[in-house]
């Protein structure tokens, strides 16, 4: 599928979810002002569903997992209703500059430069894994087992940066550096692993430890680059009001369950909240 015709289907995908996102408690009045929202009364978030068990579609069509049940109870305790959109990350924060969603639900990882583009909450730990074909196991158990290979990564995030980061440090080393090949989701990604074209993927640790519970995939490194993951927003206030329902879920316990569920690493001590002057 062509960026275009992902564009497109997003675009789709916000107006029937505009129409379908289920309305909570009758006569709960929304607890964020219209002024400070791009759909009155909904919390409209960006999500790429390409990372199981953290978000994707299941067999049904339906939107699941950790970071999806985790934005519907924040609409939910907001007296909003949820929509969520479905797009490509690297299309993730011109979308939120420009006004096409509330807030990024998609794992973004925290950087102190996105921090001066928009408002982010650190919510989550996550680290960097590297899977390999089930076939390959045993083959590559460390970073310099890399060098030379091909690794497919996601386009424009976190994980590309490392990895690029990674063909550095083995090229410092004496080492060959990586060959490295963008896709435009995860997705994509390990099916170029499965079809041969790569020599290993990079993404997180919680999405290779997915695929190897289903026997896909074998995760040979993990725990690489370990960073705190973040929602994002444009709007100070929204942000503000996110976090205030991110401490009220830690402190009734909802927080706690939803990560061991998921077995997620949770973030530790308070939420915090960086952004432009923050």
């Keep these: 599928m062509t960026r275009k015709m992902t564009h497109l289907l997003a675009g789709a995908a916000f107006a029937v979810l505009g129409v379908c996102s289920s309305a909570y408690a009758q006569g709960c009045a929304p607890q964020v002002p219209a002024a400070d929202l ?4 909904h919390l409209v978030m ?3 569903p390409t990372l199981p068990p ?3 579609v ?3 069509g339906k939107l699941r997992g950790m970071r999806i049940e985790l934005g519907t109870d924040i609409a939910k305790r907001l007296c909003l209703k949820q929509d969520y959109i479905q797009i490509d990350f690297d299309a993730m924060i011109p979308g939120l500059a420009g006004g096409r969603w509330d807030m990024i639900n998609t794992g973004i990882f925290y950087t102190p430069a996105r921090a001066k583009l928009m408002y982010m909450i650190l919510y989550e730990n996550q680290a960097i894994s590297i899977s390999v074909r089930n076939a390959d196991k045993g083959k590559i158990t460390k970073p310099s087992d890399l060098a030379g290979k091909t690794v497919g990564v ?6 590309e940066a490392k990895t690029r980061e990674l063909s550095k440090e083995l ?4 080492l060959k550096g990586l060959n490295i090949r963008t896709f435009n989701t995860f997705a994509t990604a390990y099916q170029a692993l499965r079809a041969g074209q790569v020599d290993a993927v990079t993404s997180i640790d919680g999405v290779a430890e997915q695929y190897q519970k289903r026997g896909d995939f074998t995760r040979s490194i993990s725990g690489l680059f370990p960073t705190p993951v973040a929602l994002a927003f444009k709007n100070k206030d929204l ?3 996110v976090l205030k329902v991110l401490d009220q879920m830690r402190k009734d316990g909802t927080y706690g369950k939803l990560f061991a569920a998921y077995g997620t690493p949770p973030y530790p001590g308070p939420f915090v909240l960086k952004g432009p002057g923050l």
């Excluded at 791009?38 to 009364?41: D, H, L, R």
């Design 38 to 41: 791009i759909k009155p009364g």
């Design 46 to 48: 960006s999500t790429n």
């Design 54 to 56: 953290l978000q994707y």
């Design 58 to 60: 299941d067999s049904h």
């Design 154 to 159: 996601e386009i424009g995030g976190f994980e």
């Design 171 to 174: 090229q410092a080393k004496g």
């Design 239 to 241: 942000a503000e009001h």
